[in-house]
């Protein structure tokens, strides 16, 4: 599988857009918020740094998996929550607030994290490559510019003119949309053969990882005692993932440089909809059941 030009050209610029419609919807305000009541932020990211990278070597071991979707599943894993997870997170009268802020923390926490994971992940599936194609130093820059610069911009225009941050919203997340959509369209032109021989044997790594992610994150800070709304927030930003930022590194040169890492990112994304979407509606029944 290799990466149509037109994919190579707009995943950063993806990125960028995404990472700074973040931003514009983030104030200083909403981190304190987050750390005067910290006991759903902790069960969020001790359950997306510590305990989903382990469950996913687990998954992919037992399914016996190629090495490169292995190592594209722990990308997936090690990537920070995506910016839909506060949609579905709506649906279900999630903590709206506290799902920008955790995807906000989770985010910036990546910079470090993920390079460990992913390293760790190409040592141990592919020990001849992990020297020459893991994630160094000028990596870690490279993923500095792609996240927290887009990040930092987007924060400084909200605090400068909120107005034009909220009327900047609707168009980047048209935006957004619209270079994913052309990113999938051009990648399935191109390579739709490839992608569809692959599906099969990472479509039940994907669904698993992604239905036990969500699991996971709502159960966790339920059993810690986090009340309802801000147990669905974790839930949904554990379980949903920034498969384009994961793409972005598996495809990029000057990262990974691997189509086929994609390959689970790529899956996770078409996979993503009806599974948090059947977690709205399982927790929707629930809450019309039992007060959460």
């Not at 990472?202 to 966790?220: K, W």
Request: proline residues 7%.
């Amino acid at each position: 599988m290799t990466l149509p030009p037109l994919a190579g050209l707009l995943l950063p610029l993806v990125i960028a857009v995404l990472m700074f419609g973040l931003g514009t919807t983030l104030t200083r305000g909403d981190f304190g918020a987050a750390l005067r009541r910290p006991r759903a932020l902790i069960c969020g990211l001790a359950c997306q740094l510590l305990v989903l990278p382990v469950l996913c070597l687990a998954l992919v071991v037992a399914l016996r998996l190629p090495p490169e979707l292995a190592v594209g599943m722990l990308l997936l894993a090690a990537s920070p929550g995506g910016t839909t997870a506060s949609l579905f997170s709506h649906l279900a009268r999630g903590d709206v607030a506290l799902n920008i802020t955790m995807t906000a923390v989770n985010t910036v926490l990546s910079v470090v994290t993920l390079p460990v994971v992913v390293n760790l992940a190409l040592a141990y599936f592919l020990p001849a490559e992990a020297g020459s194609a893991g994630l160094g130093p000028a990596e870690i820059v490279r993923l500095v510019l792609v996240i927290l610069a887009p990040v930092a911009v987007g924060m400084a225009v909200r605090a400068r003119d909120a107005a034009l941050a909220r009327r900047l919203e609707p168009l980047i997340r048209a935006l957004s949309v619209a270079f994913l959509a052309l990113i999938a369209v051009a990648t399935v032109l191109h390579e739709g053969a490839q992608l569809v021989a692959q599906l099969g044997r990472v479509g039940a790594a994907a669904i698993l990882f992604c239905l036990s992610s969500l699991a996971l994150g709502y159960a966790v800070p339920r059993l810690c005692g986090v009340e309802g709304p801000r147990a669905v927030a974790v839930g949904m930003d554990v379980g949903i993932h920034n498969s384009a930022l994961a793409v972005t590194i598996a495809l990029d040169p000057g990262m990974l440089g691997d189509p086929e890492i994609a390959i689970p990112a790529v899956v996770y994304a078409v996979i993503t909809v009806p599974c948090a979407a059947l977690a709205v509606l399982l927790l929707t029944r629930r809450r019309q059941r039992v007060p959460v």
